[in-house]
């Protein structure tokens, strides 16, 4: 599912090109545990059956790092909310 993007994330992060493909397939079991397990976790804290922003907020609220990044994530979106709406005003006069 995510062998494409790994590959490339661990060459943006200074592997081979073409890295080995066992590491590739061991990172994406990593990353596939990884969410999974969040997913568990924030389904289990928040509404019954529905996992919200807030709910992944609240589990890494104390990992420094993941917090940080996931707030300039959430910043970004918004920004790029406000420029996709604001460009289209000016496109098509809402």
Not at 45 to 69: C, N, S, T
Request: with cysteine.
């Amino acid at each position: 599912v995510f062998i494409s993007a790994v590959r490339c994330m661990m060459y943006g992060f200074g592997d081979d090109q073409n890295p080995y493909t066992e590491s590739v397939d061991i990172l994406e079991d990593l990353v596939i545990e990884f969410i999974t397990e969040m997913t568990h976790k924030a389904m289990s804290i928040g509404r019954q059956g529905r996992v919200q922003v807030e709910d992944i907020v609240f589990l890494i609220r104390k990992d420094p790092r993941k917090f940080a990044r996931v707030k300039d994530l959430l910043t970004m979106n918004e920004e790029l909310k406000r420029a996709r709406k604001a460009f289209d005003e000016a496109n098509y006069g809402s």
